[in-house]
């Protein structure tokens, strides 16, 4: 009884543990990789006195790619570019889309991780700009960008923006013209108004954010003749601006800078690093920029500094972009040296304030061109005479480079001690899972267990001196690392106390487990590489049904090996797209009926009612009947009753259970994925393995080999059903054209809703089988311990630089791994109904016991 029961109190203590493991691995890795990395309360370098301009005005063309403005470069850019200013290409970086791409413009620091708690809509972290340095700011714009700016009530930034309704991306060039037109009018009312409140102040921005020429290129494409009109009225405006700019404040006082927050494909997207989206236009010229044809490429987070140089303000704290002298006018040198020095000061405080966040005052974690870079700065500052500008000025250049070296080790090395601490928790519930499902319970360890038990005690005690050491008396701000490594520490105590107190055995062995070893081996990886390329599933498939035939030769039906090799066609077929294929979905519908009616062993009223739903579900498809008020639902709604009417007998359940989810899986299809389907639930259908037994023939209990390998194929027919239609972009995509038979107006939540029952549908029948086959549910533990360690190496794959895309599909590709035999117990649950629960007996049920009590 004892025994018993703490095998009991040890198994809950399992789930437990095992749960928070979890939990705190999803929320690290998302940490270790998505913290903000703005630091705040850093101090201000004040500016130098002596700035060549006392405003600026800048202009940013959203979504105005590089090579259609070197093609057609308007008339009056062109004659800036010529004579009066300098021009370059500004490189931006991904993810390339307007939020990330104004902010580096103005506050000189690129995509903030954090943003993806927020969807990818705002900074969740405040950040310093230009605006909050300057004496005035004026914004106008797209209120998506303008609010950016405009949190905190500063009252040196006043903004306005257009109605979020203007922004239609409708193919015409007057609707397009309209956003532009709005701000520059609200320019020359400001002039009027307000313009001479100021007319001799300094430090002044004004921020024209230009939505045109993004609108028109997502409609008509970047190539198209209303994308380059849409430019040259740009151009027309800015003409029109500095005439009035300059006669109004006189010239020579005023800088201007022309450039774009991001570029745009030719099929009109961006968000990724193509050159035509990573390359914009960059024209400056007015007070203090250099006059001729001069050719420059800049960084897009250069633009700050350049900007606060230019009026004299301070760099915003958070900047990181390095100060592009080369571009501002020669009779400033002096000036120019002082402020590329502030340049470097400024970096220099985001040095020191990484280093402390990171490992405080340590001597042993520093690193090496750390030292460098403070003993180059500190020679700079001392050169209070500066005899040559041109060599002080590349000086500072180097300073400045070496610092956003220093700043990317440190965030790096944070980062690395986050992930470090992580692998160690998880790999000791590896350890701690694999002894608890696979280990005997030791006797003769040597020098007794109570020893090794002290000595994996003290190992933790020691293991946590070093950390508190670290966060208390170096003074490093991160507690973040002392909380994960304390963790860590904990997680592999307790994996080292279970190796104690368990014997660990080899996998039990079968007869002649040499295929069966190579080919599960083989297998894991390929399905991790699936997750990437969908075509390696293909690989897995083939491979799975080779081992399985292998190990039940006896057992293994032609069907089940030739659906197999049908199944591993799928992955190698393009994606399902938007586009509808109604003929494919057909096919699927007609294989069904001819299906069920050659089903001998099914009623006829069962059959004559799968029948009417399928010829129905057809009509719906072919849009003979519109079935979004009621026919579509109906069929939906209706499917659950439908399996239950079906016999409980293993064969037609499971027929069952396929043929009722055709009907809601074809409504919600666009091409083959009922066709899929199909073939998918014949190949589990003949699955051999559910003549092997789960359970133990008494004895303690081994992980066998045998139970390896069959969670191996739990995972790849759990994995299949997601990827075998699809991949990461289009499971993460939600087309509404997937929901044409059920919605007649736009309903983003409920439009999620079915596509995520689409996408569980093949789930489902996972489910079904394995309940049907597998009576005892012990086999998911070795379920849940290859999950995590598949886990294991995708968890250092997560990135947070990128397209939105490339992040988005690196932590689904975690997830999916951490969340796969989670889902899989969920589902093994959830179809219990499905698999147990009759329509018939109930009926049956009711009527005796109504007929009983009429007696």
């Not at 009109?268 to 007015?286: I, K, L, R």
């Not at 900007?307 to 120019?336: A, Q």
């Amino acid at each position: 009884m004892k025994d018993n029961k703490k095998e009991h109190d040890s198994h809950i203590f399992i789930i437990l543990w095992g749960f928070i493991i979890h939990i705190i691995l999803l929320w690290g890795v998302l940490d270790a990789n998505f913290h903000s990395l703005i630091i705040s309360g850093l101090p201000v370098i004040k500016a130098p006195a002596g700035a060549p301009a006392k405003r600026i005005l800048i202009f940013v063309a959203d979504g105005l790619r590089y090579r259609t403005f070197k093609q057609y470069t308007p008339p009056y850019l062109r004659s800036i570019i010529e004579k009066d200013g300098v021009s370059s290409i500004s490189h931006t970086r991904m993810p390339t889309e307007s939020r990330p791409g104004n902010i580096a413009i103005v506050a000189g620091l690129y995509e903030d991780p954090s943003a993806i708690f927020k969807g990818w809509k705002e900074n969740p972290v405040d950040f310093d700009t230009v605006f909050n340095q300057s004496r005035s700011s004026w914004l106008w714009g797209s209120p998506d960008i303008i609010s950016l700016f405009t949190k905190g009530g500063n009252s040196n930034i006043r903004a306005g923006s257009y109605p979020a309704a203007w922004q239609n991306f409708v193919k015409e060039t007057n609707s397009a013209k309209r956003l532009d037109n709005w701000v520059f009018e609200q320019y020359s009312q400001w002039l009027k108004t307000e313009g001479p409140i100021y007319k001799t102040n300094d430090k002044i921005v004004l921020y024209f954010h230009l939505l045109g020429c993004d609108t028109i290129g997502h409609a008509s494409k970047p190539q198209s003749k209303d994308y380059v009109e849409v430019m040259m009225e740009v151009d027309r405006n800015i003409k029109k601006v500095v005439r009035e700019t300059e006669r109004y404040f006189g010239n020579g006082t005023t800088a201007y800078i022309f450039t774009a927050d991001h570029g745009m494909t030719d099929w009109g997207s961006h968000g990724s690093g193509s050159t035509d989206e990573t390359e914009t236009p960059f024209v400056a010229w007015g007070a203090g920029i250099k006059k001729g044809p001069l050719y420059h490429n800049i960084e897009q987070a250069d633009v700050t500094p350049l900007i606060s140089t230019l009026i004299g303000i301070s760099i915003p704290v958070n900047n990181e972009g390095i100060l592009p002298y080369e571009l501002l006018d020669l009779k400033y040198e002096n000036f120019i040296s002082q402020a590329f020095l502030k340049n470097a000061q400024q970096l220099a405080e985001q040095v020191k304030a990484n280093r402390e966040l990171t490992v405080g005052q340590s001597l042993v974690n520093m690193y090496s061109k750390d030292e460098e870079f403070k003993m180059k700065l500190t020679n700079a500052e001392n050169s209070l005479e500066i005899s040559d500008n041109q060599q002080f000025l590349k000086e500072c250049k180097s300073i400045t480079r070496l610092a956003k070296e220093v700043i990317t080790y440190y965030r790096r090395y944070q980062t690395d001690r986050f992930l470090f601490c992580l692998m160690l928790m998880w790999v000791g519930w590896i350890i701690l899972l694999y002894t608890h499902i696979g280990g005997i319970p030791g006797k003769d360890i040597p020098f007794g267990p109570i020893t090794w038990l002290t000595l994996a005690n003290i190992s933790l005690v020691v293991c946590m001196i070093p950390l508190t050491i670290e966060y208390a008396v170096t003074g490093c701000k991160e507690w973040r690392l002392l909380g994960y490594g304390i963790i860590g520490a904990v997680s592999v105590w307790l994996a080292s106390r279970s190796i104690i107190i368990h014997i660990m055995p080899p996998i039990s062995l079968i007869y002649k487990p040499w295929y069966e070893v190579i080919g599960t081996i083989i297998m894991i990886p390929t399905m991790l590489a699936g997750l990437s390329y969908r075509w390696a599933f293909s690989i897995s498939v083939l491979l799975a049904v080779i081992l399985e035939k292998k190990i039940f030769s006896k057992n293994a039906k032609t069907t089940f090996i030739f659906t197999g090799a049908t199944l591993a066609v799928f992955p190698l077929l393009p994606v399902v797209g938007p586009e509808p294929k109604v003929y494919i979905v057909l096919l699927a519908l007609g294989i069904s009926l001819i299906a069920i009616i050659n089903k001998k062993s099914i009623y006829r009223y069962i059959k004559a009612i799968e029948i009417s739903r399928l010829v129905l579900t057809s009509l719906l498809c072919l849009n003979i009947i519109d079935g979004r008020s009621f026919f579509s639902w109906f069929l939906m709604f209706s499917t659950p009753f439908v399996i239950w009417l079906h016999p409980k007998d293993w064969e037609q359940r499971i027929f069952g259970v396929t043929i009722a989810l055709m009907s809601p899986l074809a409504l919600l299809s666009a091409s083959y994925e009922p066709l899929f389907f199909l073939i998918f639930a014949s190949h589990l259908q003949y699955w051999p393995i559910y003549e092997y037994s789960f359970k133990s023939k008494g004895g303690p209990q081994i992980l066998r080999l045998r139970d390896v390998s069959t969670a191996a194929f739990l995972m790849l027919y759990t994995l299949l059903s997601f990827f075998g239609t699809g991949n990461m972009a289009s499971i993460s995509s939600f087309d509404p054209s997937w929901t044409r038979h059920f919605l007649t107006v736009f309903s983003p939540f409920t439009m999620t809703t079915l596509i995520l029952l689409k996408t569980v549908i093949p789930l489902i029948l996972v489910g079904c089988i394995i309940r049907t086959l597998a009576k005892d549910s012990t086999i998911f533990c070795a379920v849940l311990l290859l999950g995590d360690c598949l886990a294991l190496p995708l968890m250092y794959r997560v990135v947070s630089v990128g397209s939105w895309l490339d992040i988005g599909s690196s932590i689904s590709r975690f997830v999916i791994a951490i969340v796969l035999p989670c889902l899989l117990v969920l589902v093994y649950y959830m179809s219990k109904p499905f698999t147990t629960f009759s329509l018939q007996e109930f009926l049956g049920y009711k009527s005796i016991k109504s007929q009983r009590l009429k007696i």
